[in-house]
């Protein structure tokens, strides 16, 4: 990159998506391995990267890099990697405690519903995303393609395919908010 750290910050401030996509395909990969090596899931850490890229882009405004962007991003990068640790600890004591505390539990007609009910306002949710963002999200999800298989498959860059799942994903948290508390719930029931 022949920018310095100020010219990137003050080119993401005017919304600059050529430095961004620059500063994202020029740390991408070595972030995915830096996160990979405190995740041990290059899935998980590939999430993580591009949540924070997403981070950064919505906030480009209000941005503020003190230091030098690439130790900007590795911060950012290790404390959402901290973060996904503790949801994962989180996750799992809960489950170990579940599986200490009840004995074999058969599925009731109350869990079926939730169940029924959950699956459906997830499938009404994705129906509802702009179409591109759905064709990549089930590409991705469902049939557990690459983004770049996705890019390739459809035509578009594996930016587009990346700025695609962002959206779907931000929507689908917002639309399925309410339900937390059943997915949890019926995610401890099964496991």
């Keep these: 990159m022949l920018l310095s750290d100020k010219e990137i910050v003050d080119a993401l401030h005017e919304g600059n998506e050529n430095v961004f996509e620059q500063v994202f395909r020029f740390h991408y990969q070595r972030l995915c391995n830096y996160a990979c ?3 041990n899931d290059i899935d998980e850490a590939e999430e993580v990267v591009q949540q924070m890229f997403l981070n950064v882009w919505e906030k480009r405004i209000t941005i503020e890099i003190t230091s030098s962007l690439k130790s900007y991003l590795y911060r950012a990068v290790h404390n959402a990697c901290l973060n ?4 994962i600890k989180v996750r799992k004591l809960y489950a170990d405690e579940h599986i200490q505390i009840t004995e074999p539990v058969y599925e ?3 869990q079926t519903i939730l169940k029924t009910e959950l699956e459906k306002q997830i499938h009404n949710a994705i129906n509802k995303l702009p179409e591109q963002c759905r064709l990549v999200f089930k590409l991705s999800r469902f049939e557990e393609m690459k983004y770049a298989e996705i890019a390739n498959h459809l035509d578009i860059s594996v930016k587009t395919v990346e700025n695609h799942m962002g959206k779907a994903l931000k929507i689908l948290r917002e639309q399925l ?6 997915i949890i719930m019926l995610f401890t029931w099964i496991f």
């Design 37 to 39: 090596s405190i995740l």
């Design 84 to 87: 996904k640790l503790k949801q």
């Design 108 to 110: 009731h007609t109350s």
């Design 177 to 182: 908010k309410e339900y937390l508390p059943v």
